[in-house]
Structure formats: structure tokens, C-alpha cells
């Protein structure tokens, strides 16, 4: 379709310019606020050019980080790498194995595992928080990346994620490998994981970020200021009684905390638009 | 190497449908035996059972003289091309080739030796490195069969490899395949619904029609005498022409037989005649329809009682639309039938 119309052209990308200035606008001065010193900053009259103190701000918060968080930030930026890549990797193993399971084999009650996986979507961690801050502290993981990371892996959307996928895939490739002597888990090893290579990077990306911006469920479980993450430590940061916060600090905290999730996005990005320019079955 | 015999086999699903209804079948070895008949006939049941895809409810398939009936398909020794290839996607042709091979544990240089032997017989051998999707529909084809061939199985099984392709394609892979099976002679089954392709590729032709076989024989010996109705109307192109003899008995002949129920004659044996010959069928057609091809042309005519009827004549002469013609056809060339299709009646 031939489509010549300046006016439109012209109308369509000023409100997609008026809705990207939206969204970046807080963080370019969030970018901002990270430069300047603490009396710039609180003065009520927020600048909008880049000041002179990013480097001390950032050498501040990398090394020793502020006097509400202990911790300096690149200890919280390890433990949020830890706990989101675990939560991100976890759920990818364990649901392409539930799918693969729920697909490909006939076992009694296949039907209803399934369901009750689906059903598991209902429940989100904030509801079972209890029981599973139960569970996790009789298991004496309080504290560590494990209880951080292992109740929040279970994922009925990566599963059925998965399962969508894999009912794409044709029967005819099953039934070859069967006939070229490929057992379930060659098959599952050769031919399925080669070709959900780019719903594994979707999937990656989606939990990752999930991981990452995780609050409630690291606040409650975590006690020593080692073990906590970056959402957690920015919170700190801005919680105080007699002084006055840092904001300065926190921004620069805050744009060090966007970067890995940024990362992800734009090596992963690469993969699965490649996949899905590729996608052929 | 090796002979194919099915007996009794029959397959009901678990929903109680009943797929195959009794099949017995011997193919011997390096044969190639085609099935053929209309969708839901049971012929791709039929061949997945042979390949180990679908369980066989009762009778037994023996290759090579070994009930392979509660046998993975791996073990059984066959290779199996489907209708839409069934390549891997994501592995180049060499590894689409070799992976049976190497999930056998043959050796790598051994693998290579066959991979390069197939690629060099199916002329893919500048292919190798390329994946499936960068390939034209009649280089994946070639691919498939590659990836059969280097298995050097006791069973080639075929599922309506050439139904993808376009005509001309179709034609010049009906003959690879045909040339490629006389080279290795390698026992064949090959399912198909297009009784052109069954006709020039079988040995033994199998007409299905229900889960049950309606004819096993040479495709000329079907052509020639087909045991059924069904089976005359299925084998030839353009397709038999059947009546029911009681709505037109006055163009039969005298004499038939008192059990004639169906009566058929195929367009090629219609002759447009002046005049009625005692002892002939003739009909008195109006015209509906022409086709010309060149070198022949088809008319399509109808009479009270006939419905359509198609006389197939040699050249361009064809008479004018909605003209009366007279078609006859000699006694020795009726295709002669009980009421109920089921049983042939010899003149």
C-alpha cells in the first residue's frame, strides 16, 4: 500500500514524541538529579542541565553508599544480578520441562497437572506470603540467595508459554526423530531446544525484569544489609527520621539499578527479533 | 532388504473408530507397493503402523521375516519421508542426514562417506551446508529422501512425499523416485490419493477404500479389470464411466448376464459412431461440455438416466455444443458389475 499523506505522518510522530517526552522526562532528571550536590538538589528549584558532581555522587554510592544503606551499591547490584538471573533461569528450566512433560508425554492426570499448574497463576506471591515466608524460614533459608530466589520460580506463565509453543510445533518432526532413533530427551536436547531459542530469550527477558524489580518478597526475607537488593536499597535510602535524604544518592543509585535490566533488553532484543525474522518450522 | 508381510492387521482407536478392518498384504523384496485411495481410507494409518507410529490393535507386521509389531520405530529399520518433509529446522541438510546416523553411534567418517554418497545420487551435494528454509520446495524433498537413504534401511515408507510440490515438480520427482528405488531396490511403500502417481510407481498397487483392501495387482491389471465398482471409478484418469442398468437398458447390448447391476466404460473405449452396431453399447448424448487438450479432446454428454458421461476422443475434432452425438463402446470393453458394486461379473 502506497501511502503519501505529509499531514498524518507529521501528526503521528508528534504524539509519539509527546509520549516518549513523557516517559523519559523523570528519568533524564532522575539523570539530572544524580550530578548535583545535596543543597541543589533540596532547594525546591530542580535544574535542568547536567551539574558538576556526578563523579563524586557515583564514587560515593559504588564504594560506600550512603549513611541510611550501609551497603555500598555494588554489593546490592550483585545480590539483584544473583536473585534475577536465578529467578529468570529457574523459571525458564522449570516450566519448559513442565511443558515439555504436559505436551509430549501421555501419563495418567497429564490434564489435570495441568490445570493445576494454570491455576497456580491465581495465586500470586503476595497472597501465599505466609505460608511460603513459613516454609522458607523452617527451611533455615532466610538470608540467602536461594530463599530469594527458589519461591518464586515456579511459573505457570512460562509454562503455558512454552506449551503454546511447542503445540506449533509440527508432529512429523517428533515422529522423525522417533525414526531416526532420537529418545524423549534427545529430542528434547536436539530439535526442541534449538528451536525455542528465541521464546527462551523472550521469556528471559520478561522474568528477568520481573526478578530484578522484585520488593516485597526480598524485603521480607532479607535482614543483613549484604543480602539485600537495589529496589530495597534505594527504599532505604529515602527512609529517614531526623536527616535529610540523600536524593542526590538515590538517583544515582536509581540509574545504575536501570542499567542491567537496559542490558538485557538490548542483547536479548538482538536474539529474538533475529529469531523472529528466522522463525520457520 | 527385505520382505514386508502384513497379516489380519487391524487398528481401532481408543475411541472405537476402526481405522483398519483386517488388511493382509505381501510385498515382496525391493518391491514397490503403492496405496491409494480416497482421504480417510485408512492408507496413512496403515503406513504409520508399518513405520511403529501408531500401535497395531491386532494382527502382525513382519519385516524381513521379524514381527516388528511391539517394536520402537528406531529399531525397526525403516525410513519414512512425510508429506511435509519433517526436516529439522535448525540443522543444516549434512545434520538432517546424519543425525539418525549419529544416534546409531556410527562413526563420523563413515557418516560422512553415506551423507556425501546420498547428496551426490540426489544431486544436493552443493546444499549441504544450508538449512532447511533456504531450500526450494523440491530441495527439501530431495533432502528428505536423502535423509532415508543414507540410513540404508530394509523399508522405504513414503506419506504423500510429492503432495507440496507443484505439477511439474510432481512429475519429474515421480520419476527420480521411481528411478532411485529401482537403483537401490529397497523395499517401498508409498501412500498416495493421486492415481497417476499409484499407476506409474507401483509394482504392486493396494487400493484402499474404508480400512479395507478393494484390489491388490499390477496397476495394469486393475485398469484392466477392476474387481469392483469402486475400484473402476478410482484407477484411470479421466475416471470410468458407471450407469445403473436399469435406467438405461435400452443402449445395452442384448444378452448380459441377469445379475448386472452397474455397468461401466471408460471414456477411452467410447467411440463417436453414425449408427447403432447390434451388440454394442451406444449411447445418444447431448453435448454440455468440450475440453480441449491437443492432442485429445474430452466430451461430456448426458442422457436420460446416464448422468454425466465422458467420452474421451483422439485430436482436435469435437462436435458442437448441444449437438446430439452417438457413443458406443464394443461388449468386450463393458466393465460389468452386480447392483451393489461388490462383485465383478465376466462377460
Known amino acids: 500500500m502506497v501511502e503519501h499523506r505529509p499531514w498524518t505522518t507529521f501528526i503521528a510522530y508528534a504524539i509519539l514524541t509527546f509520549g516518549i517526552a513523557i516517559v523519559v522526562f523523570p528519568v533524564y532528571l532522575a539523570l539530572i538529579a544524580s550530578t548535583h550536590d545535596a543543597a541543589t538538589v533540596m532547594n525546591g528549584n530542580m535544574p535542568l542541565v547536567p551539574g558538576g558532581h556526578m563523579v563524586e555522587n557515583y564514587m560515593r554510592v559504588i564504594t560506600s553508599g550512603t549513611s541510611q544503606s550501609g551497603e555500598p551499591v555494588g554489593r546490592m547490584l550483585v545480590n539483584s544480578l544473583v536473585s534475577a538471573a536465578g529467578i529468570a533461569i529457574g523459571k525458564i528450566l522449570i516450566s519448559i520441562l513442565s ?21 497456580t497463576l491465581m495465586l500470586p506471591v503476595e497472597v501465599r506470603i505466609y505460608p511460603t515466608y513459613k516454609v522458607v524460614s523452617d527451611l533455615r533459608l532466610l538470608d540467602t540467595y536461594t530463599g530469594m530466589v527458589l519461591p518464586l520460580i515456579a511459573s505457570a506463565t512460562g509454562t503455558l508459554l512454552f506449551r503454546q509453543f511447542f503445540m506449533t510445533i509440527p508432529d512429523e518432526l517428533l515422529e522423525a526423530s522417533k525414526i531416526d532413533g532420537a529418545g524423549p530427551w534427545q529430542f528434547f536436547k536436539d530439535t526442541l531446544l534449538p528451536l525455542s531459542v528465541t521464546t527462551i530469550a523472550a521469556l528471559f527477558v520478561i522474568q528477568f525484569i520481573y526478578g530484578w524489580n522484585q520488593y516485597l518478597w526480598p524485603l521480607l526475607i532479607t535482614t543483613k544489609d549484604s543480602m539485600q537488593t537495589i529496589v530495597i536499597g534505594i527504599k532505604k535510602m529515602l527512609t529517614t527520621t531526623d536527616t535529610t535524604a540523600e536524593w542526590q544518592l538515590a538517583m544515582a543509585t536509581a540509574v545504575l539499578a536501570m542499567l542491567p535490566p537496559v542490558a538485557v533488553v538490548i542483547f536479548m532484543q538482538r536474539l529474538f527479533v533475529r529469531g523472529l525474522v528466522e522463525t520457520e518450522k | 532388504m527385505a520382505n514386508l508381510v502384513l497379516t489380519e492387521v487391524c487398528k481401532t482407536y481408543p475411541g472405537g473408530v476402526e481405522a483398519i478392518k483386517g488388511i493382509n498384504l505381501s510385498v515382496g523384496d525391493g518391491q514397490f507397493c503403492v496405496l491409494v485411495g480416497p482421504s480417510g481410507c485408512g492408507k496413512s494409518t496403515l503406513l504409520r503402523m508399518i513405520a511403529g507410529l501408531e500401535t497395531t490393535t491386532s494382527g502382525s507386521i513382519q519385516i524381513g521375516g521379524q514381527t516388528v509389531n511391539d517394536i520402537e520405530p528406531a529399531k525397526r529399520d525403516i525410513a519414512m519421508v512425510f508429506q511435509n518433509y519433517a526436516l529439522y529446522p535448525h540443522m543444516s541438510v549434512y545434520n538432517n542426514m546424519a543425525y539418525g546416523l549419529r544416534n546409531r553411534g556410527m562413526a563420523a567418517d563413515q557418516i560422512k562417506t553415506r551423507v556425501n554418497d546420498a547428496a551426490q ?4 551435494g552443493a546444499l549441504l551446508d544450508r538449512k532447511p528454509r533456504q531450500l526450494s520446495g ?20 513414503f506419506d504423500e512425499p510429492l503432495s507440496n510440490l507443484d505439477a511439474k515438480l510432481r512429475i519429474a520427482m515421480r520419476i527420480e523416485i521411481r528411478k532411485l528405488q529401482r537403483r537401490l531396490k529397497t523395499t517401498s511403500v508409498y501412500v498416495t490419493h493421486d492415481q497417476l502417481e499409484a499407476m506409474t510407481l507401483a509394482d504392486i498397487l493396494v487400493v484402499m477404500n474404508g480400512g479395507l483392501v478393494e484390489q491388490i495387482g499390477k496397476p495394469i491389471d486393475l485398469y484392466r479389470r477392476p474387481l469392483t465398482s469402486f475400484v473402476a471409478s478410482f484407477i484411470g484418469a479421466p475416471p470410468m464411466n458407471l450407469f445403473q442398468i436399469g435406467r438405461i437398458w435400452r443402449a445395452m447390448p442384448k444378452g448380459l448376464p441377469g445379475n448386472v447391476g452397474i455397468v461401466g ?13 447390434e451388440g454394442d453399447l451406444s449411447l445418444e448424448l447431448t453435448v454440455d461440455a468440450i475440453e480441449q487438450i491437443g492432442a485429445e479432446t474430452f466430451i461430456y454428454g448426458s ?21 446430439t452425438i452417438r457413443a458406443s463402446a464394443p461388449r468386450s470393453k463393458l466393465h460389468l458389475f452386480t447392483a451393489d458394486g461388490r462383485i465383478r461379473i465376466e462377460l
Open chain 2, 303 to 323: 442422457a436420460t438416466g446416464t448422468g454425466e458421461v465422458m467420452v474421451r476422443v483422439p485430436g482436435e475434432e469435437a462436435p458442437a455444443l448441444g449437438s
Open chain 2, 138 to 157: 523440491g530441495q527439501r524433498q530431495r533432502v528428505a529422501m536423502g535423509r532415508a537413504i543414507v540410513r540404508q534401511p530394509k523399508v522405504f515408507l
Open chain 2, 265 to 277: 466404460v471408460r471414456p477411452e473405449d467410447l467411440a463417436l459412431t453414425a449408427n447403432r452396431t
Open chain 2, 121 to 124: 545420487i540426489l544431486e544436493i
Open chain 1, 99 to 119: 511443558a515439555y512433560a504436559v505436551v509430549y508425554f501421555r501419563f495418567p492426570f497429564r490434564k489435570t497437572a495441568f490445570w493445576i499448574i494454570f491455576i
